[in-house]
């Protein structure tokens, strides 16, 4: 790993990183010392990037290693020498500034970085980690420099979430930022490949690869925009959290190199839906974040969805939210660390650019969600585009394989169908509402207690089929055996249940026996 730092990036020096983390594990800064020093009303706030109670949680606590820490390289308060001192024993305050992480002026000392804990659950387990970034506005007070490199946030989170985490060989990671998605990848294949159109986003990769011990072979970081540093390769499994954020192209508008990828309205996504492809290996998977337009006269899937036919993939496309352009244009100027009481005039601009930007384009709403795309060994068999707003079960990633799977196991004919046996998935429930009196339901819902956490409303005959589920019969002779029972042909009650079983063991309610 290289030696040479990116302006204001940590350097990647092996034996002080080394003595960086045993100095972090040793001081136990991890998610559960940082909490357990904030308590819980801090914690919270901090999370809502309320830093007041977090200072005056660790200020009476400030002879402890972690409110030091968590002093200076969370809320980016300067800090006495001598306890950062003790917070690095090893490493010592000297070695700290060595690797660009923090600058002194006599016995003070102030982070020149944001390092803090991470621990998340995705769909290979449990990971705990320490990751680098830029200090956000919350540190500095100030407005985020446009090579701002982002630290793990909702966006990236919900990604590591939703990823397949089944073994692959060669991984791409698309617009690595600080690394976060390489890591993950890293978990549960050979070799990762991470590109960045920023340096110095690809010098807090590879210092937070080393922080993570993860051996310099297996991960690859490469300078260039979009698909260009690897075109000519193929992957088993692209992941991206790319530069979706739609931002108006006009004079004096700000351009944050984490978010904005230069194009207008939302070609960005567009382009990486239809393009992915040609770096991906027969059978491999892409998934991907992103914004998309809603325009007058047409609903959110017939826009995305004609990116899915143009691509050539199977695609499956979960819609997550749906701002209109006010809200969309005030999240994104805060984002960037304009607000109305900061600078008034900035925050008027900057909104009317947003507004003006969305009005050329008819643009009635903008869309966020989770795009899964895989390209086929033949034609496609899988366009997929819906709307999941209520809470899921996270991590999504296992759901989503095990859909993939799911989708091609039903590729048979209903006539096969008829000679599988099924059965019920231990995480689905079933609920029955009846009128006081009633001795029959209303309304039978089967629902998922994982995954999306699906409730599907199921008639007599759908909920007499899954009721009988239990891997003994057939499809078909459960089928027949409720014709005989209701006394209707076997034939009625197949094109009334088979169609929805099929939603349900590609959904994930039912499963193969075998």
Not at 167 to 183: M, P
Not at 404 to 431: C, F, G, I, N, Y
Request: net charge negative.
């Amino acid at each position: 790993m290289s030696l040479e730092p990116a302006p204001g990036a940590p350097l990647t020096d092996p034996a002080l990183v080394a003595r960086l983390r045993d100095d972090l594990a040793a001081a136990g800064y991890g998610v559960a010392g940082v909490e357990e020093v904030l308590g819980a009303v801090a914690a919270d706030a901090l999370h809502r990037e309320e830093p007041l109670p977090a200072l005056r949680a660790t200020e009476a606590a400030a002879d402890d290693v972690v409110a030091a820490l968590v002093r200076t390289f969370l809320l980016g308060v300067t800090t006495d020498r001598r306890l950062l001192d003790r917070a690095f024993p090893t490493l010592t305050v000297g070695g700290a500034e060595r690797l660009g992480l923090v600058e002194t002026d006599g016995d003070q000392v102030r982070a020149r970085v944001d390092l803090r804990p991470y621990t998340a659950v995705d769909g290979g387990g449990e990971v705990d980690w320490w990751i680098a970034s830029d200090l956000g506005e919350l540190a500095t007070g100030q407005a985020l420099r446009t090579d701002h490199v982002l630290g793990v946030g909702g966006a990236s989170t919900t990604l590591a979430q939703v990823t397949v985490r089944d073994e692959r060989d060669l991984v791409l990671d698309l617009g690595t930022g600080c690394g976060i998605q390489a890591l993950h990848a890293s978990r549960h294949s050979r070799r990762v490949v991470g590109t960045d159109i920023s340096r110095r986003a690809l010098a807090f990769a590879r210092f937070n690869a080393a922080l993570a011990e993860l051996d310099g072979a297996q991960l690859d970081l490469r300078e260039g925009s979009m698909l260009e540093p690897v075109a000519d390769e193929r992957f088993d499994l692209v992941v991206s959290n790319p530069p979706f954020v739609i931002t108006p192209r006009t004079p004096g508008m700000p351009s944050y190199e984490y978010r904005d990828g230069g194009r207008s309205g939302d070609a960005i996504v567009r382009e990486l839906i239809e393009g992915v492809g040609a770096v991906l290996a027969p059978g491999g998977v892409a998934q991907l974040l992103g914004n998309w337009e809603v325009r007058r006269g047409e609903e959110w899937h017939e826009r995305v969805g004609s990116w899915l036919d143009a691509s050539g993939l199977d695609g499956w496309v979960v819609q997550r939210e749906l701002q209109d352009p006010a809200q969309y244009a005030e999240t994104w100027i805060r984002d960037g660390g304009t607000t109305p009481d900061r600078d008034r005039a900035a925050w008027a601009v900057r909104y009317g650019q947003w507004l003006d930007d969305f009005a050329s384009r008819d643009v009635e709403g903008i869309g966020f969600g989770f795009v899964t795309l895989r390209k086929p060994l033949g034609a496609p068999t899988l366009r997929r585009l819906e709307e999941v707003t209520g809470t899921v079960r996270q991590p999504l990633g296992p759901a989503v394989a095990a859909s993939l799977v799911a989708h091609d196991w039903l590729a048979m004919s209903d006539d096969d169908l008829a000679d599988q046996r099924l059965v019920v998935a231990p995480d689905v429930t079933e609920e029955r509402y009846l009128t006081p009196g009633d001795p029959d339901p209303q309304v039978v819902l089967l629902r998922q207690g994982g995954g999306f956490g699906r409730a599907v409303q199921a008639g007599t005959a759908l909920a007499g089929f899954v009721g009988v589920c239990d891997g003994e019969l057939t499809v078909g002779q459960i089928v027949n055996a409720l014709g005989a029972l209701l006394e209707v042909r076997g034939d009625a009650v197949a094109a009334d249940v088979l169609p929805s079983t099929r939603g349900l063991v590609l959904d994930g309610l039912l499963l193969p026996a075998d």
